[in-house]
């Protein structure tokens, strides 16, 4: 169980590819400008994290290691391609939105590090945990940032959900303010903004948790009296 435990803790916090590798930035920064877009390349993102890393762990015995990372790449484009169509074919209005971000994922210096770092010297299970894990953290942080920027730059939550999810999302926006719209928070540089309070804030965290688990370690023990009884020769 500490196997898993420790790929959970890498993917979501401690190794997240957006707030510690700091890769595909890109795509993280220019469509999370909203939920609906950032909860839409999250997905691909995992669909793609998932599926390279299971492949490239069934064939890493085969694949020369001349030949290592263009089959990477090849496989990592194949499954951006069906996360393409998928999308496409389903929310089509939302592909048209995310535009070349889509086929960018196979640029995702994410996806390829951890095929190469990760699914092709592991077994299959451990390396699709690792995807999921690295997605989801990938993710969380993309659906946060755009919470955050909609929230700050429209006054609105999950609008235009129906894009993703049809009909059934047509009432899920949230309106907290009306006819508002704060531009630095909806253009790139509010992306980048956010982008490093996040950053700042997790080393915040992780630094004070360093700083109690130090903090035990140093505590003096109490000191305890054992009486003697007897004589003592």
Not at 7 to 21: D, F, K
Not at 72 to 79: K, R
Not at 90 to 102: E, K, R
Not at 135 to 144: D, E, P, R, S, W
């Amino acid at each position: 169980m500490s196997q898993w435990r420790q790929l959970t803790r890498e993917g979501l916090w401690s190794n997240n590819p957006a707030l510690v590798q700091l890769l595909g930035l890109c795509p993280l920064l220019a469509v999370s400008a909203t939920v609906v877009n950032a909860l839409g390349l999250a997905l691909a993102t995992l669909l793609v994290l998932v599926g390279a890393s299971t492949t490239i762990s069934l064939i890493r015995h085969q694949v020369p290691s001349a030949v290592r990372l263009p089959a990477f790449v090849m496989v990592i484009a194949a499954f951006v391609t069906c996360a393409e169509l998928l999308m496409a074919a389903f929310a089509y209005s939302l592909y048209q939105i995310l535009g070349i971000f889509i086929p960018l994922i196979v640029t995702n210096c994410a996806i390829l590090g951890r095929a190469d770092a990760f699914a092709s010297r592991q077994p299959v299970l451990p390396a699709a945990v690792d995807g999921l894990m690295m997605g989801l953290g990938f993710g969380a942080v993309l659906v946060l940032m755009g919470a955050i920027r909609e929230l700050v730059g429209q006054g609105t939550l999950f609008s235009d959900m129906a894009m993703l999810f049809g009909p059934v999302a047509a009432h899920w926006q949230i309106t907290l303010v009306a006819d508002y719209q704060f531009l630095f928070f909806i253009l790139p540089p509010g992306a980048f903004f956010v982008a490093g309070h996040l950053i700042a804030l997790k080393n915040v965290l992780d630094q004070r948790r360093a700083a109690r688990a130090r903090a035990v370690d140093v505590a003096p023990r109490a000191e305890r009296r054992v009486r003697v009884t007897g004589t003592i020769k």
